[in-house]
């Protein structure tokens, strides 16, 4: 006896009218025709030629951060300098309380839209690592309905921060704090290497921050170039640091926003580096098109790093939402949809296939960035996957397709109505429903 057998889906992958079989946490199998050959289940539920994804993944976040818009006063010139600014004014207003109130409202969010893996950068540029503390906490209480994976953030440089600023009796140095944080249980090593003092110093905390992640076996990711300065190019040491560590396929470089005013012969060179260094690619579509290019007049720079040619040349590139009513962004609301539209038109990325990747750099990719286990829809993953009143993934971020169910572990932990219209015109159906207005 089955525990749940979902029939009549359409995977993201291109298959249509599956069903999917669940026995306890995990799916055991996944073909057309197992209700017809007569499997029992607890529970049934009809797709009806709807979209089956697994989970939305989010890359890139600051959980920290959320939910403090207005905190203690909001960002009147937009900028990612006056970001950090405003962030540095509200870290010693911070509560340990409020900080997990927040975080795990946002997490009430994400559930509600299916995202259901979120990678969170924790700054620990902060003597007491009250942050720190809190999203550990909130990674624990939050586990049954999502993962929560924390990155280590010097948000003020590990080079650049003295914590003697914040605490005249701090022993520790930044980088020190930042191995304290390890040892509490962080998950990945980041960094900031735009943001020290000089190119020199940025490339030196690349490789200061590379080698603790070699000795402790884990995984690295930078905020790497976020400016519109096309001569910051960490990236490019971050990846040759990568190869010299061994650490390819466990190395993320965020934002990469400088390549984007980079000039074209040596983006060139750079992009098979990156490839062929097994480094992936996050792009925040959302805040770059909001913080980037802010020192232009007209015209003015996108700012997003280049995507479509980074998936050609075989970087594995996701979207992040980054932030969400915080001092860096007003707006957001845990849609990875949402993302994934403003990628696809700050990218130009509107072919079939351009759509396509969209859609899987707000699922298939970051679980891969992330190292998820078990993320799919296949036999032997868990059964965590999303219902939406879409057709298709091209259809799902056209509508920003309403979430119809949300499962974790074989378990609906949300659901919300379908979106229908019920109209009385001759001759027209009497029920409309947005999925089924498609052209052609
Ligand atoms: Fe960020």
């Not at 466990?250 to 060179?269: C, E, F, I």
């Not at 849609?335 to 130009?348: F, P, R, S, T, Y």
């Not at 996957?385 to 572990?409: K, S």
């Amino acid at each position: 006896m089955l525990d749940l057998l979902i029939t009549d889906a359409n995977l993201p992958d291109g298959r249509l009218g599956v069903d999917v079989a669940v026995a306890g946490e995990r799916i055991v199998e996944v073909a057309p025709g197992i209700a017809a050959r007569g499997a029992a289940a607890v529970e049934r539920v009809d797709a009806g030629g709807r979209l089956l994804s697994p989970p939305f993944v989010d890359a890139h976040f600051h959980m920290d951060a959320t939910l403090s818009y207005g905190l203690p006063r909001i960002n009147a010139s937009g900028t990612l300098l006056e970001g950090i600014a405003l962030w540095g004014e509200l870290k010693p207003l911070l509560d340990h309380q409020a900080i997990i109130d927040r975080a795990i409202a946002y997490c009430d969010w994400a559930v509600a839209r299916g995202l259901l893996a979120i990678r969170s950068h924790v700054d620990v540029c902060d003597p007491r690592l009250m942050a720190v503390e809190a999203l550990l906490e909130v990674r624990d209480r939050v586990k049954p309905y999502l993962d929560l994976q924390l990155v280590a953030f010097p948000q003020d440089g590990v080079l650049r921060y003295d914590p003697r600023r914040d605490d005249p009796g701090c022993r520790l140095t930044a980088l020190q704090l930042l191995e304290k944080a390890l040892d509490m249980g962080v998950d990945v090593v980041g960094g900031i290497p735009h943001f020290e003092r000089t190119m020199a110093a940025g490339a030196e905390s690349v490789r200061l921050l590379v080698d603790v992640a070699a000795r402790r076996g884990l995984r690295v990711d930078m905020h790497c170039d976020e400016t519109d300065d096309p001569m910051s190019r960490h990236i490019e040491t971050l990846a040759a640091e990568t190869r010299r560590a061994g650490l390819q396929g466990r190395v993320n470089g965020s934002h990469l926003t400088s390549m984007h005013s980079m000039d074209n012969y040596y983006v060139s060179k750079l992009i098979p580096l990156i490839a062929e260094s097994g480094v992936s690619a996050v792009a925040n579509p959302l805040i770059n098109i909001t913080i980037q290019g802010r020192h232009d007049t007209y015209p003015k720079r996108r700012g997003m790093t280049r995507v479509p040619e980074l998936i050609a040349a075989g970087v594995p590139t996701a979207f992040g939402h980054d932030c969400v009513m915080d001092p860096w962004y007003s707006l957001g609301s845990a849609d990875m949809l949402e993302v994934a539209q403003m990628g696809l038109h700050v990218a130009q990325m509107t072919s079939q296939q351009g759509m396509r990747d969209c859609f899987d750099a707000v699922t298939r990719v970051p679980a891969g960035v992330l190292g998820l286990d078990g993320y799919g829809v296949a036999p032997g993953c868990f059964a965590d996957f999303v219902l939406l009143q879409a057709a298709d993934p091209v259809e799902a971020i056209r509508l920003r397709a309403t979430r119809l169910g949300v499962w974790r572990r074989g378990r609906l932990i949300a659901s919300t109505p379908a979106q229908t219209a019920q109209l009385r015109l001759a001759s027209r159906p009497s029920q409309v429903d947005f999925q089924h207005h498609r052209a052609g």
